[in-house]
C-alpha cells in the first residue's frame, strides 16, 4: 500500500498556493470525480437489469464490464492538465479516463448499451470506446496501450505540436513485453509520451504479490532513464500535481515520464467477479481512502460549505440520469450496418 | 458421471493425466482461482498447488515461449491462453517456435504441449473478446487442432492432447462450457469416470441423414442438429458431422457423407475467407466431386470483426435461422 499522509489544513492551503491551485479548480475536480462515480454505479445497476441468474448475454448492457469505481482520482488527475488535442490511449477498464478526456457522456452510455447513437455507433462497446473528438481510445487487450500512445507521440514531434500522449495501463499489463519495449523506445527518442501505471493491485485474480518482482513500476523505468513520479492515486492532488510536471516537461521537448499511481478498485475485476481471491477486510480498509471522501474532506475544511458539495453531487447525479435515459431511448442499428465498415 | 459443458470434463481431464504423472504442469493467467475464466482449469489448484499450477504475469509471449523451453527438456505444460484473442501477444513462440522446433530440428525435440483457449462470441463480448481464430492456427504445419462439442469428447480429446507428443491447441467454445454466467447450447452427456482417449483425426456423425450434409464444430454442430430435428418433422434429412478436429481433419468420413447426400454445407464461426470452410470444400470435391448434386455451400463470419451491439452480432454469426434457410434452399 503507498498512501500519502495527509497534510494539516495549513499545509494544504499552502501546497495550494505554490502550486498556483485554484478552490475553484478543485471543484471541478470534485465535479468530475462524482461524475465518474456516479456514472459507473448507475451503469452498475443497469448492468444487472435482467441478470438474474447472472448471465453476461442477457439485460440492457451484454457482455464482460469494467468498472473503475475508486479509481477517479486518477483519471481526474491526470486528465485535469490535458487538452482536447492531447491523446489518451486506455484500457479495458476505460469509462472514468474517457470521461475525465472530455467524451460526451451521452454518448459513451449509448455505446456501453450498443446503441445507434453511441460514440461507435454500438460496433464497439463497452471495451472498445474511439472518441476522435477529444482524441480518445482504448483496447480490450492488455499492454496494447503503450505503443499506441508512443506512436501519437512520434506523430507530434515529428510535427513540431506540443501535443502529448498519454498511456494509462493497469499494474498487470506492465509485465506486458509492450512496457519495456515502449518506455525504452519513447526514452532512445525523446518522446511527448507519459505512462500512467494505474496499480490497483490486482490484474484480474492475480495478486501483485504473485506476478511482480518488485512493488514498484517506476525502479522499472527508471533503468529507461524515464524519469517516474510515484503517488498517491487516492489523492487527486497528487496525481494532479506529478502529472503537470510531467505534461510540462512532454511538452517543451523533454521526452516521456511514468506515473505510478497507486490506488484500488472497490468493485470486482468484472461485473459478476466473486472476489474470492481477496478480503473484505482489505477492501473495507481502502474505501476509507475514498478520493472522492477524501477531497470532500479538504474542501470542507478549506471553508467551502457543504451544500456545495452536495450540489456538485447532484449536478453530476442529474446529467447521468439524462445521459442513460438518453442512451436507453436511442434506437438499435440497423443490423445490416454490421456488414460494413471493415475499409473506408 | 452425467456432464454439463466441456469445462468440467477438461479439467478432469487434466486432473487424472496429472495425478499419474509428474511431467504435468498448468500455467497460464489466472489459472488458479479463475480456473483460467472459463473453468478450463477449475479445481487443480486446490489438488496440485501453486508448484504445478502457477499464474503466470501478463506476458503471453514469454509463457509460451517457457512452454517451449520446458517441453524440449521433458516437461508437458498445459498452457492457458485466456482467449484465443490474446494469442497476437504469443503467436510469435507459438508459430515460429512451438509448432516448428520439432520439424527444424530434424526430429530431436518433441513439443508435448498442450494449449486450452476459450473461442466464440454469442453474448456481447465485442471484437477482441469474441474471435474463433481456429484457421489461423490449422493454417501453421505442427499444430494439432481440436474442438470438442460435448463433454465426452472433451475428455477424451484432452487425454489423447496430453499424451501427444506436439503441439495441440484445444479451442473450448464458450457458450458450451456449461458455465452459470454464460448462455449454455450444449446438453449432458454420459461421461464416464476413469481416463480414456479418443483418436484425433475422427469425425463423428451426429445425425444421420440422406439429403444434406451439414459439416462443423464446436457450438455451430449443436445449432445444426437443433436445425436438422426441426427440418426432420418436414420430411428434410440433414446428416451432422462434427469435425471433432480440423487437424487431422477426418476426410474419410466427410467424403462418406457427401458422396450418401449429395450436398454439402460447411458451417462455421469463424472468418469466411482463407478458413476452415474454403479448405473442407476443397478436400472433399477432390474426392467426391463426381458424387456432388449441387455446389458446396457455406456459412461463416463475413470477414467483419464481431460487432458489440446484439442486432449486429447476430447479423454475423450464424443462427439457426440462418442455416434452416440455407438448407432449404439448398434441397430446394
Ligand atoms: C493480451 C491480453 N492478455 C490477457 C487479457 C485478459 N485480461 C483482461 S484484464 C486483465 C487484467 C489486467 O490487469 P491490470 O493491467 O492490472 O488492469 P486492471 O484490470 O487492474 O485495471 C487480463 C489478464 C487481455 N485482455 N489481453
Redesign the pocket.
Known amino acids: 500500500m503507498f498512501l500519502k499522509p495527509e497534510p494539516t489544513i495549513k499545509d494544504l492551503k499552502g501546497l495550494l498556493e505554490s502550486a498556483n491551485f485554484t478552490l475553484d479548480q478543485l471543484l471541478n475536480m470534485y465535479y468530475q470525480m462524482n461524475l465518474i462515480r456516479e456514472f459507473e454505479e448507475a451503469i452498475g445497476a443497469k448492468y444487472y437489469e435482467g441478470k438474474n441468474p447472472f448471465n453476461m448475454a442477457s439485460g440492457p448492457i451484454r457482455g464482460e464490464m469494467?468498472l473503475s469505481s475508486g479509481q477517479e482520482a486518477v483519471a481526474v488527475g491526470v486528465g485535469g492538465n490535458l487538452r482536447k488535442e492531447d491523446v489518451v490511449v486506455s484500457?479495458?477498464?476505460p469509462h472514468h479516463h474517457a470521461i475525465a478526456k472530455g467524451t460526451d457522456i451521452r454518448k459513451l452510455a449509448a455505446e456501453i448499451f450498443g446503441k445507434s447513437t453511441g460514440l461507435c455507433g454500438g460496433k464497439g462497446g463497452h471495451m472498445h470506446l474511439f472518441d476522435k473528438e477529444v482524441r480518445f481510445s482504448c483496447s480490450?487487450?492488455?499492454?496494447a496501450s503503450f505503443p499506441q500512445a508512443a506512436g501519437a507521440a512520434f506523430a507530434f514531434k515529428y510535427r513540431g505540436e506540443d501535443n502529448v500522449a498519454v498511456a494509462f495501463?493497469?499494474?498487470?499489463?506492465?509485465n506486458?513485453g509492450t512496457f519495456y519495449e515502449t518506455l525504452n523506445a519513447a526514452s532512445l527518442w525523446e518522446l511527448p509520451l507519459i505512462v500512467v501505471i494505474?496499480d490497483?493491485m490486482?490484474?484480474?485474480s492475480t495478486p501483485k504479490s504473485v506476478a511482480l518482482a518488485t512493488p514498484h513500476h517506476f525502479q522499472r523505468a527508471m533503468s529507461l532513464n524515464v524519469p517516474s513520479f510515484l503517488v498517491d492515486g487516492m489523492d487527486v492532488i497528487d496525481v494532479y500535481l506529478a502529472t503537470r510536471k510531467a505534461v510540462q516537461r512532454a511538452r517543451s521537448g523533454g521526452g516521456p515520464s511514468l506515473i505510478e499511481a497507486v490506488t484500488y478498485?472497490f468493485r470486482g475485476?468484472f461485473e459478476g467477479d466473486g472476489q474470492e481471491y481477496r478480503e473484505r477486510d482489505e477492501v473495507e480498509l481502502w474505501r476509507v481512502m475514498d478520493p472522492i471522501t477524501r477531497l470532500g474532506n479538504r474542501l470542507t475544511k478549506l471553508g467551502v460549505e457543504k451544500e456545495r458539495l452536495e450540489n456538485e453531487r447532484r449536478k453530476a447525479r442529474e446529467r447521468v440520469e439524462d445521459a442513460l435515459k438518453f442512451a436507453e431511448e436511442s434506437p438499435y442499428p440497423e443490423p445490416s450496418t454490421a456488414l460494413v465498415g471493415v475499409f473506408k | 458421471m452425467r456432464m454439463k459443458g466441456i469445462s468440467q470434463a477438461i479439467a478432469q481431464a487434466i486432473s487424472q493425466e496429472m495425478e499419474r504423472r509428474s511431467d504435468i504442469v498448468v500455467l497460464g493467467?489466472?489459472v488458479t482461482y479463475w480456473g483460467a475464466v472459463f473453468g478450463f482449469t477449475m479445481g487443480l489448484f486446490d489438488k496440485f498447488g501453486r508448484k504445478r499450477v502457477v499464474d503466470t504475469p501478463?506476458t503471453?509471449q514469454t509463457f509460451m515461449g517457457m512452454a517451449v523451453g520446458m517441453a524440449s527438456v521433458g516437461l508437458h505444460p498445459v498452457v492457458s491462453l485466456?482467449?484465443v484473442d490474446?494469442l497476437g501477444?504469443g503467436f510469435d513462440q507459438m508459430y515460429n517456435h512451438m509448432a516448428k522446433n520439432h520439424y527444424m530440428s530434424g526430429g530431436q525435440f518433441p513439443m508435448p504441449v498442450t494449449v486450452i483457449t476459450a473461442i466464440g462470441g454469442g453474448y456481447g463480448d465485442a471484437e477482441q473478446h469474441s474471435q474463433v481464430l481456429y484457421g489461423l492456427f490449422a493454417h501453421v504445419p505442427g499444430f494439432k487442432v481440436v474442438v470438442p462439442s460435448n463433454a465426452y469428447d472433451a475428455k477424451g480429446l484432452t487425454i489423447r492432447a496430453l499424451r501427444d507428443p506436439n503441439p495441440v491447441v484445444i479451442f473450448g467454445h464458450k457458450l458450451l462450457t456449461g458455465l452459470p454466467f454464460l448462455p449454455y447450447e450444449g446438453g449432458e452427456d454420459e461421461v464416464p469416470e476413469e481416463p480414456y482417449e479418443l483418436e484425433f483425426g475422427k469425425a463423428s456423425v451426429r445425425m444421420e441423414g440422406s439429403d444434406l450434409t451439414v459439416a462443423s464444430a464446436g457450438l455451430m454442430v449443436h445449432r445444426a442438429m437443433r436445425v436438422a430435428e426441426k427440418l426432420r418433422k418436414e420430411g428434410i434429412s440433414v446428416e451432422v458431422v462434427d469435425l471433432r478436429t480440423l487437424v487431422p481433419l477426418d476426410e474419410e468420413t466427410l467424403s462418406r457423407s457427401v458422396k450418401k447426400t449429395g450436398r454439402l454445407l460447411i458451417l462455421d464461426e469463424d472468418y469466411m475467407s482463407y478458413g476452415m470452410t474454403g479448405e473442407v470444400t476443397f478436400r472433399v470435391q477432390s474426392r467426391a466431386l463426381r458424387d456432388l448434386k449441387a455446389p458446396i455451400q457455406r456459412l461463416a463470419v463475413p470477414d467483419v470483426p464481431i460487432p458489440f451491439s446484439e442486432p449486429l452480432e447476430k447479423e454475423v454469426i450464424p443462427g439457426e435461422a440462418r442455416i434452416e434457410a440455407k438448407i432449404r434452399e439448398m434441397v430446394s
Open positions: 469494467h484500457t479495458h477498464r480490450g487487450i492488455v499492454g495501463a493497469g499494474e498487470g499489463a506492465a506486458h494505474e490497483n490486482y490484474a484480474d478498485r475485476h | 493467467e489466472d501478463i503471453e485466456m482467449f490474446f501477444a
